[in-house]
């Protein structure tokens, strides 16, 4: 595998990028992306889904053509949360949401669901989901997390996802604790505008932040990062995935996380709108090793 010393500019740049396309096969399309501009991570939604078959196939092209192109292993990552964000529809398990898995009273399932989904990623291909969300679910009128909260309790968010993640990193499939440093407590969806939080790091290191806290602890591979203002932590007014003062000085410098940071998409409103896609993007690499995705390249 090709060291990153070794690498062109555009090489390096392919390594940030996590990108999603249209379609269910390798076309021209992903050609391009891969071989003239290095793109060395895919992201699977259900449009790319028509069946396992079909899902194998395409994946297997992908691996091939990526490792070909830029002596790297992809990641192949997906939103396989289970309940109301499940991609792979049809002949796999459709495996319960976070809110329903709580409900039974018992975060050994959230163990058991999290080792037999990975095993059937591994099967499928994929080796990288984008779950589990440990946003806090302490706000009603939240029009996008809601039931993908395990509790409104913090240290019951923080034992399921723990669960949930080591079973899926037994399996070899990289888990991604969502949405840093919170998205529980806000009545705007950043999918369709930019939400702000003014709670004071007090509140937030009881809440927000504890179920990030004990997944850093329990070693979780990769954290996303939302498209959230924090008033009492980013002086200057940038989202989170934008924040000097989030992603590095409080997650990497404070907390000493050392794993991948992967931002949410960046062609969400909360991004495109105020600082487009493309600035989005310039502004979350520059922090170093960080991987942005958009739902299309």
């Known amino acids: 595998m090709k060291k990153i010393q070794e690498m062109t500019l555009k090489e390096k740049l392919g390594q940030l990028i996590i990108a999603g396309f249209d379609g269910y096969e390798y076309d021209e399309h992903l050609r391009r992306l891969i071989e003239d501009y290095k793109v060395a991570n895919i992201i699977l939604f259900t449009r790319n889904i028509q069946s396992l078959k079909q899902l194998i196939t395409l994946n297997k092209k992908l691996y091939e053509e990526i490792i070909k192109n830029t002596e790297t292993i992809p990641f192949i990552s997906i939103d396989q949360e289970g309940g109301m964000v499940t991609r792979i529809m049809d002949g796999a398990t ?91 407590d806000t009545n705007v969806d950043s999918h369709l505008g930019l939400p702000t939080i003014a709670h004071d790091m007090d509140r937030l290191n009881q809440i927000e932040l504890l179920p990030f806290k004990k997944a850093i602890d329990a070693g979780v591979d990769a954290i996303m990062s939302a498209h959230i203002v924090f008033e009492k932590i980013e002086k200057n007014g940038l ?56 739902q299309n390249l």
Request: aromatic share 10%.
């Open 239 to 294: 989202p989170a995935t934008l924040s000097y003062q989030i992603l590095t000085d409080l997650l990497r410098n404070t907390y000493h996380y050392q794993g991948l940071i992967v931002s949410d998409c960046m062609q969400m409103k909360a991004i495109d709108v105020k600082y487009t896609s493309e600035k989005g993007t310039d502004i979350f690499s520059i922090y170093g090793s960080f991987f942005t995705r958009t």
């Open 94 to 184: 459709f495996w319960p949401g976070n809110m329903t898995l709580c409900a039974t009273g018992n975060s050994n399932h959230a163990y058991v669901v999290g080792k037999g989904m990975g095993e059937e990623l591994t099967h499928l291909g994929i080796n990288m989901n984008l779950a589990p969300s440990l946003d806090v679910n302490n706000n009603p009128m939240n029009p996008v997390i809601g039931v993908r909260s395990y509790s409104d309790q913090p240290e019951v968010v923080a034992e399921y996802g723990c669960n949930y993640i080591k079973g899926l990193q037994e399996q070899g499939v990289i888990a991604t604790a969502k949405h840093f440093p919170g998205h529980g």
